[in-house]
């Protein structure tokens, strides 16, 4: 996994920078209702908006996962309680009868039922 991970995030991170040298050039942020403007690298711009729809969008998949997450909680205790009880029942069933001896029975062709 880590293999795969440094496969993925080195041509990224090389990308991220060729992109930021070769933008390098300003450009001016205007806020329209503030008084007041801003020069800010392109790449810089365009990477913050690149982070901010990531983060947005991670915001909405959890949002949209809570259902999901939800269900798995409510599953999750009652695996548990079935489990609790099944231990439950089983030790009551061992208290209640002592362990038998299995029948041995005839097989046909045979007089008696024990083995040789």
Do not use: C, H
């Given at each position: 996994?880590?293999?795969i991970s440094w496969i993925i995030m080195v041509p990224v991170a090389l990308a991220v920078i060729v992109f930021s040298v070769n933008n ?93």
């Open positions: 996994m880590r293999l390098r050039g300003s450009v001016t942020i205007d806020t329209w209702p503030a008084p007041f403007s801003v020069d800010v690298p392109v790449f810089a711009v365009v990477l913050v908006s690149i982070l901010g729809g990531m983060i947005v969008g991670a915001i909405i998949a959890w949002f949209s996962g809570g259902r999901t997450r939800s269900r798995a909680r409510m599953n999750a205790r009652r695996a548990k309680s079935a489990e609790t009880e099944a231990a439950a029942l089983r030790e009551q069933a061992s208290e209640a009868e002592p362990a038998q001896e299995p029948a041995q029975l005839a097989l046909p062709g045979r007089k008696d039922a024990s083995p040789q």
